[in-house]
């Protein structure tokens, strides 16, 4: 009896200190250091004045877009898409935002500093590493860019929702497209081939797999008992590829295949 009332006790104390831990049954908002504060006033400041020539040194190059909008590479791009990166509801957004930094922003550790869900990342320095935001003027070029990269595959293949990634290895090129269920579709041609003709393989089905907190993530196919899988490696270190063609047989690797992934 004593012993069970000592693991009650027990029980009830690790309880509160894992609640503790975690914050669970608190509404207490974690406040933002006094110099991680500074570091996102300086940004809006400049954003505020539309200091451009100012702003176009706090970007991490190349600033990534949404797939197939091509990356922001230099200078020179951010210049003339500053207007499409911060439209005016973005902008309103992000200004307004200086009276409240612990309610919209927050600090994720190495990852930096998320305004929101993520619409905008800053590192510790001040800089840009990430917009997903979207204006108007981006989605519809997005649009239009889908519909122009239909027209350039094979006929078999333009029935896809989301164009992921084209990926090539020193043999063959690879194309990932999602479809209307969800699902991934890996198509294959020789490296020389183009993208109009026939693809050598097909594979529907594929699946998204996240690998740890990096970014790092895979798309899995399955055909006949052989599994193809298409690693992308967002961190690694110096001689990691930055993508990977992994074939099995019966979960038996067969061949490792480095390769490149094609910028837009």
Known sequence: MKSTY???VLLMLV???SNAQNGSGSNTQVTLKKGEKKVINDFLANLRATNINKM????VYPLKRQYPLPSVKNVKDFQREFNNLFDKNFK???ISSSSNLDQDWKSVGYKGLMFKNGELWLDSNGKITSISYQSSAEKSKRLRI???DKKTIHPTLRNFDEPILVMKTAQQQIRIDQLADGKYRYAAWPITAKFTGKPTLVINGGTYHPEGSGGNHKYKFEDKGSQHECFINVIGTSQTPEAELVISKNGTVQSTFPAQLVKP
């Open 6 to 8: 000592l693991f009650i």
């Open 15 to 17: 309880f509160n200190y």
């Open 56 to 59: 176009q040194s706090m970007v």
């Open 92 to 94: 309103r957004a992000l």
């Open 146 to 148: 889908i519909a122009l």
